[in-house]
């Protein structure tokens, strides 16, 4: 399996709380995405990055915002957390190259109460 | 915009033998990836088989292969010898050349039974 780690794997949280959920690579992968898996399964690319202060935002409107100010690192933030935010997030990597294999985290499992 | 669709929501199979999950998209380019996608229950999703759309041969990767029909626009997957290590999503994903991101189908659950 791939050297992409997410932090933390399971949350539960109240209403209104700031969350921050963690994704680091130790590949060197210049390129990272976040995607929302909703209970479905189907996976919806909501933020992505070419690298050190590049973020853009993806096909899914998403309420939470990105930084990556450091290439291994790509953190996604929620201000005040919602029950509509409860869902899987799964964080990858690739390398430049637009079409380079992705390498998935173990996701992130968010519940708001 | 591009879609995938895999029209199979979910599959049996008895170890040891054949399954195949479909997969179709659309799209107007002509230069694009097909990867499949395989995510376990509770594990990380990892890559099973990619396939460039100028490569003509199917691609294979020990027991699973795909069936590439470009002008029907499909791309079907094949887990040989089925394992009990196979049980998982499949997620089907397409790529084009020149895109930025990952366009994945709905997603086919594949049970292998003892």
């Known amino acids: 399996e791939a050297d992409i780690y997410q932090t933390p794997r399971y949350l539960v949280i109240g209403t209104g709380k700031k969350i921050t959920l963690e994704c680091s690579q130790t590949m060197g992968h210049d390129k990272m995405y976040w995607y929302q898996q909703d209970p479905g399964m189907e996976l919806h690319l909501i933020h992505y990055?070419?690298?050190?202060?590049?973020?853009e935002k993806g096909d899914l409107s998403s309420e939470s915002t990105v930084s990556r100010i450091r290439t291994e690192h790509f953190p996604l933030t929620l201000e005040s957390a919602r029950p509509s935010h409860t869902s899987q997030y799964l964080c990858?990597?690739?390398?430049?190259?637009?079409?380079?294999?992705?390498?998935f985290g173990p996701g992130t499992r968010l519940t708001v109460l | 915009a591009q879609t995938v669709t895999q029209s199979q929501p979910e599959m049996s199979v008895q170890e040891a033998e054949t399954v195949t999950l479909s997969c179709t998209y659309d799209t107007s380019e002509n230069n694009y990836y097909l990867f499949w996608y395989k995510q376990p229950p509770s594990r990380q999703m990892i890559l099973v088989i990619r396939q460039e759309a100028y490569k003509q041969q199917n691609a294979t990767e020990n027991r699973f292969s795909v069936n590439f029909q470009k002008a029907a626009k499909s791309f079907s997957l094949k887990i040989s010898d089925s394992q009990l290590g196979d049980t998982a999503m499949y997620f089907c994903a397409f790529h084009e050349a020149a895109g930025n991101k990952l366009t994945f189908g709905g997603g086919t659950r594949v049970l292998v039974k003892p």
């Open positions: 990055s070419y690298g050190v202060n590049s973020t």
């Open positions: 990858a990597s690739s390398e430049y190259r637009s079409t380079d294999t992705q390498y």
